[in-house]
C-alpha cells in the first residue's frame, strides 16, 4: 500500500487551525488543504454557483456537501497531496467525514485528528482582530499576531483585509453551527483512537511544539 500522511485539524472558528495548519505545511512538506480558502479564493461572484456557495459563507453555514465533498476529491488528487495533507475546516460533519474515510482508504486512512480546544469568548476575540492578506493568505491578528506595518503582509506587501463572514453576528453563527453539526466529530474519531487534544490558548509557538511533539510521539510523521 502507498502510505499516505492526513491530519485533520479540528476546533470551533478561530481556534487557530489555519494558523497551525501554514506552519505545519512548511514543516512537513505536505499542502493544506482549506475549503474555506478554496471556496474564497475560487468565488466567482458572477456566476449562479458562486453566489449560491457565497450565500452560504456570508451567513455563517455549511456549503452543500456534494459540492465540498467533490471539491475536496479533486483536491486530494493534485500531485502536490501525493504524501498526503493537512485537512482544515474539512470535514465538518459526518457526511464529510464517512466521504473522507472513502477517499483516504487506499492510502492507510486518516492519520491523526488534533483537536484545538479554545472558548467561545476567546474564538470571537481572535476572529474579530483577525486579518489575511488578500494575495497569498497569510493570517495576522491586529493585537495577537500584527503585522510589522499596519495593513500590509509582511511576506509578499498584499494587502490585509477583514473577512466577510468575520462580523459577530455571522461569527456566532459559525459557532452554532460547529457545536450542531462539527462537534460530532470529535465522538466520531475518539471512537477511532484518532483524536488528541490541544490547549488553543498558549501561543502561537507552543500550540505548534505541543503538536510536533503528538505527531512525533505518534510516529505518525516529523
Ligand atoms: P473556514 O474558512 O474554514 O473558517 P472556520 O472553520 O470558521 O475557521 P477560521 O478560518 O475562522 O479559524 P481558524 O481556526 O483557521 O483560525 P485562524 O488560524 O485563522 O470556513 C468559512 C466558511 O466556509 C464556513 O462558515 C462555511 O460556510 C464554508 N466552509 C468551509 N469548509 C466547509 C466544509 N467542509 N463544508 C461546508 N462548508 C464549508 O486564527 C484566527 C485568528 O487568531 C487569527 O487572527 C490568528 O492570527 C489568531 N491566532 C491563531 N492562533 C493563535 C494563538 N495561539 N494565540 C493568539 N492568536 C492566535
Known amino acids: 500500500m502507498n502510505r499516505r500522511i492526513y491530519f485533520v485539524l479540528l476546533g470551533v472558528p478561530g481556534a487557530g487551525k489555519g494558523t497551525q495548519a501554514k506552519l505545519l505545511e512548511k514543516r512537513l512538506g505536505l499542502p493544506q488543504v482549506s475549503t474555506g480558502d478554496i471556496f474564497r479564493h475560487n468565488l466567482n461572484s458572477t456566476t449562479a454557483s458562486g453566489l449560491l456557495i457565497k ?8 456549503v452543500p456537501d456534494e459540492v465540498t465533498i ?22 465538518r460533519n459526518l457526511v464529510q467525514a464517512e466521504a ?4 483516504t482508504a487506499p492510502y492507510g486512512g486518516v492519520s491523526l485528528v488534533p483537536l484545538i480546544h479554545l472558548s467561545d ?6 476572529i474579530t482582530g483577525r486579518r489575511v492578506c488578500r494575495s497569498c493568505g497569510a493570517v495576522y491578528h491586529v493585537e ?14 498584499g494587502e490585509l483585509y477583514q473577512r466577510d463572514d468575520d462580523k459577530p ?17 470529535i465522538g466520531y474519531y475518539y471512537a477511532k483512537g484518532m483524536l488528541v487534544e490541544i490547549d488553543g490558548r498558549q501561543s502561537i509557538e507552543q500550540v505548534q511544539s505541543e503538536l510536533i511533539a503528538l505527531l512525533a510521539e505518534k510516529e505518525v510523521a516529523v
Do not use: H, W
Not at 475536496?72 to 495533507?85: K, T
Not at 473522507?100 to 477517499?103: A, Q, S, V
Not at 469568548?121 to 481572535?126: D, F, G, Y
Not at 495577537?144 to 506587501?157: A, E, L, M, T
Open 169 to 185: 453576528e455571522t461569527v456566532r453563527n459559525r459557532l452554532y453551527v460547529y457545536y450542531k453539526q462539527t462537534s460530532q466529530l
Open 70 to 91: 467533490r471539491m475536496v476529491e479533486d483536491r486530494l488528487r493534485l500531485p502536490d497531496a501525493a504524501g498526503g495533507a493537512i485537512l482544515d475546516g474539512f470535514p
Open 121 to 126: 469568548e476567546e474564538a470571537m476575540q481572535r
Open 100 to 103: 473522507l474515510d472513502r477517499m
Open 144 to 157: 495577537y499576531n500584527p503585522s510589522r506595518i499596519d495593513g500590509v503582509c509582511d511576506v509578499d506587501g
Open 55 to 62: 450565500s452560504y459563507m456570508d451567513r455563517g453555514e455549511l
